[in-house]
C-alpha cells in the first residue's frame, strides 16, 4: 500500500519529491535536467521553491539566476546535440545550504570543461559564466574519475 502522502505527491508531479516530502538531507536538494522547452521554468521554480523551504530571505533571487545560468549551459552543451534537437547524456542541478550561502552544483555528462568567453555583443549567448562570475562569492569546476564534470557557484545568502 502506497502512504497517501506519497501518493497525493505522485498526483501532483512537484519538481523535487524528495524536498516537497522532506526526506531530501537537510540542506540539500536536486533536481534532474532536459532538454525541454519548458525546462528553464521548471529550474527556476524549483530553486525558488527550496529558497522558500529554507527561509533564505537574502540572495534568494541571485541563487535562482545562477542556478539557471548552470543549468542553461549543461542544457545547451550537454543535453543538446545541436544537429538535429537530440538529446544526449544526463545532467543534475544539486542545492546546498551552507552557513551564510546556497552552493548551485549542476553535473552532466559532458566532457568539455566550462569556458568563461569575452562577451560578443552582436550575440545573445555566452555570458553565463561572466553572469556566475558576477553574482557568486566562488565559482569552479572538475571532472570527476567517472567521466561527469561538476561546474558549482556559491551565492552569499541570509535566513
Do not use: Y
Not at 516537497?20 to 522547452?37: D, M, P, T
Not at 533564505?56 to 544537429?83: F, K, P, S, Y
Amino acid at each position: 500500500m502506497i502512504p497517501l502522502e506519497i501518493g497525493n505527491l505522485a498526483l501532483s508531479n512537484p519538481p523535487d519529491w524528495g524536498l516537497a516530502l522532506g526526506v531530501s538531507a537537510a540542506g540539500f536538494a536536486a533536481k534532474s535536467l532536459s532538454a525541454e522547452e519548458a525546462s528553464g521554468v521548471r529550474v527556476r521554480a524549483f530553486t525558488w521553491m527550496a529558497m522558500e523551504q529554507w527561509g533564505v530571505t537574502a540572495g534568494a533571487e541571485t541563487a535562482v539566476v545562477v542556478a539557471w545560468e548552470l543549468a542553461a549551459n549543461a542544457i545547451q552543451h550537454t543535453l543538446r546535440d545541436g544537429t538535429d534537437g537530440g538529446v544526449q547524456g544526463r545532467a543534475w542541478l544539486g542545492l546546498v545550504r551552507r552557513d551564510r550561502a546556497v552552493v548551485c552544483a549542476v553535473t552532466d555528462s559532458g566532457a568539455a570543461s566550462p569556458l568563461m568567453r569575452v562577451p560578443d555583443p552582436t550575440k545573445i549567448h555566452g555570458r553565463g559564466l561572466q553572469l556566475v562570475d558576477r553574482l557568486s562569492s566562488h565559482w569552479g569546476w572538475s571532472h570527476s574519475p567517472s567521466g561527469t564534470k561538476t561546474v558549482w557557484a556559491r551565492v552569499p545568502t541570509a535566513w
